[in-house]
């Protein structure tokens, strides 16, 4: 199948900057929200994102008319009769999205591939609302979407292979990484991501270590930035709304933090907000007493000291990638590539399972087991990690481990 004129529903950042990647690379998008006003500023993100690239000499001004005129701003339905491909990518409401994909079902010709870009809800809940379960499919983009490489395709139970393969190619003419994911809540990334980030806010609140020096740590470690100048950077909303989802699909392991809900009950959303983990605006790099206030409460309800590793944070991942491998949400290099091209981890690592492999998994596991005895079974060890090392299979120095090192 061949797109030849596309459209996205939501003029939000998310929604503008997806319209954006495809008019550069030479596909019309309609680019649709409920109001004017809403859609001329996703028009204003498109037209920002472009006179970065003219401003940095990459783009004539030329060029940029004509990539702006590939992208047409609607408040409704009537243009999508010939449209190859819509992509959804409204507030991560299950609800909301149901109703759009009904009301796109009755829009768009049934040859049409309707996509999501949820970053965890149900494809085949989407599809399940839809006469075309077989063209529904997950395209989630990572944020910012005209810079980040990764996208995630899954299809849903009902997803054709043939729509999941156009989604794949059409990804990669858009000059992306896609990776095919087993549907499951969360997906890939955000199931290895949101431990990390969880495990980050247990650190900060029983006064482990301050949000900046975990930062600073994990830097150090490989990562482009820390797991707080993220939450903050992604939007604390967005990323409640995710733990959400996995604490509901997977229990107790997923259990949230309790410094997430006290700054949310703040309006601590992050940059967008003016305060998340960190003060922005006219407010950066002054003293923070309603955070210092909430870490020191949260901090008198502890039975004990606490300490704070890299390990601490970045193990937990490593033990949600492999239980991923177990569910065969994808295969191990396809791991390593999802969270090198959607979450930053360190390149010279070789990806998370090069890691855990270089580590030694015999090493993995009983980290894990340390801190399933000091901090709650959140920590408890895959079942397959634990089969690897009854195997014998501890990584680069037993010459296989998640990977082969015969070679």
């Known amino acids: 199948m061949y797109i030849y004129k596309t459209a996205v529903v939501g003029a939000g950042a998310m929604g503008a900057e997806i319209a954006q990647t495809i008019t ?3 596909v019309p998008v309609l680019l649709k ?5 809403r859609v001329e500023q996703g028009l204003a993100v498109i037209q920002q994102i ?4 003219v401003d940095r000499g990459k783009m004539t001004p030329d060029e940029l008319e004509k990539r702006m005129a590939l992208v047409t701003g609607v408040t409704d339905y009537d243009g999508f009769k010939d449209v190859d491909l819509v992509i959804e990518a409204v507030p991560e409401r299950l609800d909301l999205k149901r109703q759009i994909f009904q009301d796109l079902d009755r829009a768009a010709p049934e040859s049409a591939v309707l996509a999501s870009n949820t970053s965890s809800l149900s494809i085949s809940a989407l599809g399940g609302v839809t006469k075309r379960p077989h063209k529904v499919v997950g395209m989630h983009f990572f944020y910012p979407a005209h810079i980040m490489k990764l996208v995630e395709v899954i299809p849903g139970l009902e997803t054709s292979e043939e729509t999941a393969g156009d989604i794949i190619a059409f990804a990669e003419s858009l000059r992306k990484l896609p990776v095919r994911i087993n549907e499951c809540p969360g997906f890939l990334v955000n199931r290895i991501l949101m431990p990390y980030l969880n495990e980050a806010a247990y ?4 006064g482990a270590a301050a949000p900046r020096q975990i930062d600073e740590a994990i830097v150090e470690f490989g990562f482009p930035m820390g797991p707080f100048t993220l939450v903050d950077s992604l939007g604390f909303d967005v990323c409640r709304e995710v733990v959400n989802v996995l604490l509901d699909a997977y229990g107790a392991r ?13 309006k601590r959303y992050g940059v967008k907000s003016g305060a998340g983990f960190y003060l922005y605006g006219e407010r950066a790099g002054q003293p923070d007493p309603d955070l210092e206030r909430v870490i020191q409460e949260l901090r008198r309800q502890q039975r004990g000291p606490t300490g704070f590793s890299v390990n601490r944070l970045v193990l937990p991942m490593v033990n949600e990638a492999i239980r991923c491998l177990e569910e065969h949400v994808c295969t191990a290099a396809d791991v390593d590539l999802a ?16 890691y855990a492999d270089e580590v030694g998994l015999d090493t993995v596991l009983a980290e894990l087991e340390r801190f399933t005895k000091a901090y709650g079974e959140r920590f408890w060890p895959a079942p397959l990690l634990k089969r690897k090392v009854a195997a014998g299979h501890l990584g680069q120095k037993a010459k296989k481990g998640f990977f082969d090192y015969t070679a």
Not at 203 to 206: F, H, L, M, R, W
Request: net charge neutral; glycine share 12%.
């Open 33 to 37: 929200d409920v109001d004017r006003p």
């Open 339 to 354: 969270v090198i091209a959607g979450l930053g981890f360190p390149q010279s690592k070789g990806g998370i399972l090069h």
């Open 203 to 206: 650190c900060a609140q029983e």
């Open 50 to 53: 472009y006179q970065r690239r």
């Open 254 to 266: 997923m259990h949230p933090a309790d410094m997430w809900e006290r700054l949310y009950a703040l």
């Open 24 to 26: 550069f690379s030479g």
